[in-house]
C-alpha cells in the first residue's frame, strides 16, 4: 500500500492534471462534433451511383468503358478536398485531447490498481498518436489521388478504383489507421474498464467511453452516432474540471480504490433505507467493504471473565 506522503502527492498532481485538461476535454468534444458535422455534410453532395447507372455499361456491352458511372464522384471528392481536410484535422484535434485523458487515467487508476495492464498505457499512446496522424493523412491521400484523376485522361473504372480504394498510398493508409485504431480500442477499453474498478469513472461513463472508442475506430457511420464520443469529451471536461453531479468520485481524493457497489449491494442499500435500517458499509457509493472482524470465541470470553473477578 503507497504511504500517506505518496497519496498526498499523487492526488496533488492527479488534481493539477486534472485542471489543465478540463478545457480540453470540452474543446475536445466540440471539434470531434464539429469534424462529423463538417465532413457529413460535405459528402451529402457526393453524386451516388444507381444500379441501373451501374449495369448500363455492362448491359450495352461495354465491360470497361472509358468513362466510368462513378467518375462524377471522384471528381467531386477532388473538388471538396479542403472541407474533408479541414474536418479530418479536427478530429485529430480531439483524439489528441483523448489521448491525455485516457493516460491521466491510467496513471490514477494504475496507482490503485498495480495489477493493471501496464502495455495499455503504449497502446493508447502510439495508437492515439498514430489514429490522429493517419485520419489528416487519409484525407491529404485521397485529395492528391482524386486530383490526379481529375486532371489525367484515364476515367475507366480501374482508375476510379486507385483513385478511392486499390491505390499503393491508399491501401497503406487503410492498413495503418486499422492498426492504429485497433491500438487506442484496446488500450481504451483497459483503461475505463480499470477506472471504474478503481471507483475514477461511474459505470456509465465507462461504459460509453468504451463504445465511443468503437465509433472513433469506425468514423464513417454518420454525425448522429459520432454526437456519442464528444457527448463523452464533454461529460470528462465536467468531471476533471471538478464539477461532476454529487460530487467528484470519492476515489480521486482519497488516492485509493473505492469500487463502486455491485447491483446487489445496490439493492441491500435501497432495501434498508427503506425499512429505516443503518445502510451497509459495503452497499455505499464508493465505499470499500471493510474487512471483517475476527469472532472472538468462548473460550476467549471466559478467560476475560476470569481476569476481571481477580481484578
Same mark, same amino acid.
Given at each position: 500500500?503507497? &504511504? ?36 457529413? #455534410?460535405?459528402?451529402?453532395?457526393? $453524386?451516388?451511383?444507381? *444500379? ?12 470497361? *468503358? ?110 495503418? &489507421?486499422?492498426? +492504429? ?13 480499470? #477506472?471504474?474498478? &478503481? ?19 469506425? $468514423?464513417?457511420? !454518420? ?44 439493492? +441491500?442499500?435501497?432495501?434498508?433505507? #427503506?425499512?429505516?435500517? $443503518?445502510? $451497509? ?7 470499500? +467493504? *471493510?474487512?471483517?472482524? *475476527?469472532?472472538?470465541?468462548?473460550? #476467549? ?5 476470569? !481476569?476481571?473477578?481477580?481484578?
Amino acid at each position: 500500500m503507497p &504511504s500517506d506522503p505518496d497519496i498526498r502527492k499523487q492526488t496533488a498532481w492527479e488534481l493539477n492534471r486534472r485542471t489543465r485538461l478540463a478545457v480540453p476535454a470540452f474543446a475536445g468534444g466540440f471539434l470531434y462534433l464539429l469534424s462529423a458535422i463538417i465532413i457529413t #455534410s460535405t459528402l451529402n453532395g457526393l $453524386p451516388t451511383v444507381g *444500379p441501373l447507372q451501374g449495369l448500363g455499361p455492362a448491359i450495352s456491352g461495354e465491360a470497361n *468503358p472509358a468513362v466510368s458511372p462513378r467518375t462524377d464522384e471522384v471528381k467531386f471528392i477532388s473538388h471538396h478536398a479542403f472541407p474533408l481536410i479541414a474536418g479530418s484535422i479536427l478530429a485529430a484535434i480531439a483524439i489528441g485531447a483523448l489521448t491525455l485523458i485516457l493516460l491521466l487515467l491510467f496513471n490514477a487508476a494504475a496507482f490503485r490498481r498495480p495489477t493493471i495492464w501496464r502495455p495499455a498505457r503504449l497502446l493508447v499512446l502510439g495508437g492515439g498518436i498514430a489514429v490522429a496522424l493517419a485520419s489528416i493523412a487519409h484525407e491529404i491521400v485521397y485529395a492528391i489521388e482524386t486530383h490526379n484523376f481529375s486532371v489525367g485522361h484515364d476515367f475507366t473504372r480501374n482508375a476510379v478504383d486507385n483513385a478511392l480504394t486499390k491505390g499503393t498510398p491508399n491501401q497503406v493508409v487503410a492498413y495503418l &489507421s486499422l492498426l +492504429a485504431g485497433l491500438s487506442l480500442v484496446v488500450g481504451m477499453i483497459v483503461v475505463l474498464l480499470n #477506472s471504474m474498478r &478503481s471507483g475514477l469513472l461511474p459505470r456509465w461513463m465507462a461504459i460509453l467511453g468504451m463504445f465511443s472508442g468503437l465509433l472513433i475506430l469506425l $468514423p464513417n457511420v !454518420g454525425a448522429t452516432l459520432q454526437l456519442i464520443p464528444a457527448f463523452w469529451l464533454v461529460m470528462m471536461g465536467i468531471l476533471l474540471a471538478g464539477r461532476w453531479m454529487n460530487g467528484d468520485p470519492p476515489a480521486w481524493e482519497a488516492g485509493e480504490a473505492r469500487p463502486w457497489p455491485t447491483r446487489a449491494q445496490m439493492q +441491500a442499500e435501497r432495501s434498508a433505507r #427503506s425499512k429505516g435500517e $443503518p445502510v $451497509p458499509a459495503a452497499a455505499r457509493v464508493g465505499d470499500v +467493504a *471493510p474487512a471483517a472482524k *475476527p469472532q472472538q470465541t468462548g473460550t #476467549s470470553r471466559k478467560r476475560r471473565r476470569k !481476569g476481571g473477578a481477580r481484578g
